[in-house]
Nanobody, 122 residues
Framework: QVQLVESGGGLAQPGGSLRLSCAAS????????MSWVRQAPGKSLEWVCG????????YYVDSVKGRFTISRDNAKNTLYLQMNSLKPEDTALYYC???????????????WGQGTQVTVSS
């Protein structure tokens, strides 16, 4: 079964940085695109970014372009999200997802794990 375990979240001040990790197992990690998705309390799920299976292409939602960098280490079955210049509006529970994560249905969401909390506050 697909298993995704997020880590690296925490508290940061505006302008600070955090690096999230996602350990993947239960599938051939190097054969799949991967994504990060986030959800703030009372808000809808938001797709944040995605990366091709070999890391050759990346895509970002406009609100994080230039600040966040998605990457992967296929030898370690691990996905990363480097977050710089953090803003309060980045506060959310962050999930990693197999593939492009969309649509946000029960089949997809059920494989995302517990997520890791990111809080940006002064």
């Amino acid at each position: 079964q697909v298993q995704l375990v997020e880590s690296g979240g925490g508290l940061a001040q505006p302008g600070g940085s955090l690096r999230l990790s996602c350990a993947a197992s239960g599938f051939t990690f190097s054969s799949y695109a991967m994504s990060w998705v986030r959800q703030a309390p009372g808000k809808s799920l938001e797709w944040v970014c995605g990366i091709y299976s070999d890391g050759s292409h990346t895509y970002y939602v406009d609100s994080v372009k230039g600040r966040f960098t998605i990457s992967r280490d296929n030898a370690k079955n691990t996905l990363y999200l480097q977050m710089n210049s953090l803003k309060p509006e980045d506060t959310a529970l962050y999930y990693c997802a197999k593939g492009w994560a969309l649509p946000f249905d029960d089949v997809n969401v059920g494989s995302w794990g517990q997520g890791t909390q990111v809080t940006v506050s002064s």
